[in-house]
């Protein structure tokens, strides 16, 4: 069964897609089996990574009852599959409001697809809407991509957010990652943030912390993974050894 990774913040620009893309991709060039879903309706993660043209299936069909074996497509990364996003998903929140079980379509959603992948990551929107709580019900863990600047008062968030879920949905999920990100380790405010985190959340907090780098900011425009784009790049090696992290970890590598 695939381990269902949801990348979830409620704050934006945090680095929650270039995260999503870029551990997904990660993860497919060490091999694994990987299925990126990009629930967000800005479509970021798509726009990254989906060769494809506007009229394919997207994540919105998906909820509407298309077959999730007919939306999953290659993207541009070998090895790496996507479940693309569209502007129009953002309206599924009004169709999912007059639904029962309503948090949990995603996950049932999955079920029959689970057994095909080793990790299923899940780049969600800044909010706490029906699809991101979809998103996080269908999660057996969420990573918290954190910006140096806002990152004690976006886990305060974070863990009152998860906390309801686990209270309400889904009892099993559990943080598996803070990452600090745009970060830069020469300033003393830096160093102080990542020490508040460490004392608060422990080992819960990765080791890897990822740089401003303008290379990360640069991918998406060239629809490439940060691997393909610039492999020698501090980006690419700050994403490379997160990889290495979150393998370890779970388990995949000693
Ligand atoms: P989110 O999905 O949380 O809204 P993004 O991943 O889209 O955040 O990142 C926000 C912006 O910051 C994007 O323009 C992205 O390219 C850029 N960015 C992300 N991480 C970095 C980084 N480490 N260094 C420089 N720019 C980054
Ligand atoms: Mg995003």
């Given at each position: 069964?695939?381990r269902?990774?949801?990348i979830?913040?409620v704050k934006?620009?945090v680095?929650?897609?270039t995260?999503a893309?870029?551990?997904?991709?990660?993860?497919?060039?060490?091999g694994?089996?990987?299925l990126?879903i990009?629930?967000?309706?800005q479509a970021?993660?798509?726009?990254?990574?989906y060769?494809g043209l506007r009229a394919?299936?997207?994540?919105k069909?998906l909820?509407?009852?298309?077959?999730i074996?007919?939306?999953?497509s290659?993207s541009v990364?070998?090895g790496?599959?996507?479940?693309p996003?569209?502007l129009?998903?953002?309206?599924?929140?009004l169709?999912?409001a007059?639904q029962l079980a309503?948090e949990?379509v995603?996950?049932?959603?999955?079920k029959?697809?689970?057994?095909?992948?080793d990790?299923?990551?899940?780049?969600?929107?800044p909010?706490?809407?029906?699809?991101?709580?979809?998103?996080l019900?269908?999660?057996?863990?969420?990573?918290?991509?954190?910006?140096?600047a806002y990152?004690?008062d976006?886990?305060?968030q974070?863990v009152?957010?998860?906390l309801?879920?686990?209270?309400a949905?889904?009892?099993?999920?559990v943080?598996g990652g803070?990452?600090?990100t745009m970060?830069?380790t020469?300033t003393?405010l830096?160093?102080e943030?990542?020490e508040r985190?460490?004392n608060?959340?422990?080992?819960?907090l990765?080791?890897?912390?990822?740089?401003?780098n303008?290379?990360?900011?640069?991918?998406?425009?060239?629809?490439?993974?940060i691997?393909?784009?610039?492999?020698e790049s501090a980006g690419?090696?700050?994403?490379?050894?997160?990889?290495e992290?979150v393998?370890?970890?779970?388990?995949?590598?000693?």
């Amino acid at each position: 069964m695939a381990r269902i990774v949801t990348i979830n913040n409620v704050k934006g620009g945090v680095a929650k897609t270039t995260t999503a893309t870029n551990l997904a991709a990660g993860l497919a060039r060490r091999g694994k089996r990987v299925l990126l879903i990009d629930s967000d309706p800005q479509a970021n993660a798509s726009s990254n990574l989906y060769p494809g043209l506007r009229a394919e299936k997207t994540i919105k069909d998906l909820f509407q009852g298309t077959p999730i074996t007919e939306i999953i497509s290659p993207s541009v990364e070998t090895g790496l599959e996507i479940i693309p996003s569209c502007l129009a998903f953002s309206t599924i929140e009004l169709e999912l409001a007059a639904q029962l079980a309503r948090e949990t379509v995603l996950k049932r959603l999955l079920k029959p697809i689970e057994g095909n992948y080793d990790i299923i990551l899940i780049d969600t929107q800044p909010s706490v809407g029906v699809i991101p709580i979809n998103a996080l019900c269908a999660a057996d863990e969420v990573i918290i991509p954190v910006h140096e600047a806002y990152a004690l008062d976006a886990m305060s968030q974070m863990v009152n957010v998860i906390l309801q879920v686990k209270q309400a949905l889904n009892p099993d999920l559990v943080i598996g990652g803070i990452l600090l990100t745009m970060y830069d380790t020469r300033t003393t405010l830096a160093k102080e943030i990542r020490e508040r985190l460490l004392n608060k959340f422990g080992a819960i907090l990765f080791e890897t912390t990822i740089p401003r780098n303008i290379r990360l900011a640069e991918c998406p425009t060239h629809k490439k993974s940060i691997f393909e784009y610039a492999p020698e790049s501090a980006g690419a090696i700050a994403y490379q050894k997160l990889t290495e992290e979150v393998m370890k970890r779970w388990g995949m590598i000693q």
